[in-house]
């Protein structure tokens, strides 16, 4: 049940738009793979992520249809579609497209996201 609240978890810090909050869910090891680009320093996810939040403001980001397609007592695997909108150059915008997160809880015992893959629909 853990690596569900640590997908909760992911979600909410990831709304805050503060990437201190989000920096406390990442795996020290994590690697992202966005449709543009991959990212496998806490630096370079950060600069991505602070990117994001510049170019579209007030964003939420959600998940629906979550699937946990692998989960035991020290990794899970979800799929899910993404939402996101906000406003980009004034104009309100969503979208939203595919994502694999993959979460490994260390020994002790919190679970922390050590991959995730988005892509378009």
Known sequence: MGY????????????THDFNNVRKVLHEDAIYWFS???????REIQRYFENAWNLIKEEVYSAEDVKW???DEKSATCIYTYRYEGYYNGEFVKG????????????????KLIHEHLSGI
């Open 4 to 15: 569900e609240r640590a997908l909760d978890q992911y979600l909410s810090a990831t709304n």
């Open 36 to 42: 543009n680009k991959t990212c496998t320093t806490r």
């Open 69 to 71: 397609m692998t989960k």
């Open 96 to 111: 939203s497209g595919r994502a694999t997160n993959i979460f490994t809880k260390g020994d002790n015992g919190e679970w």
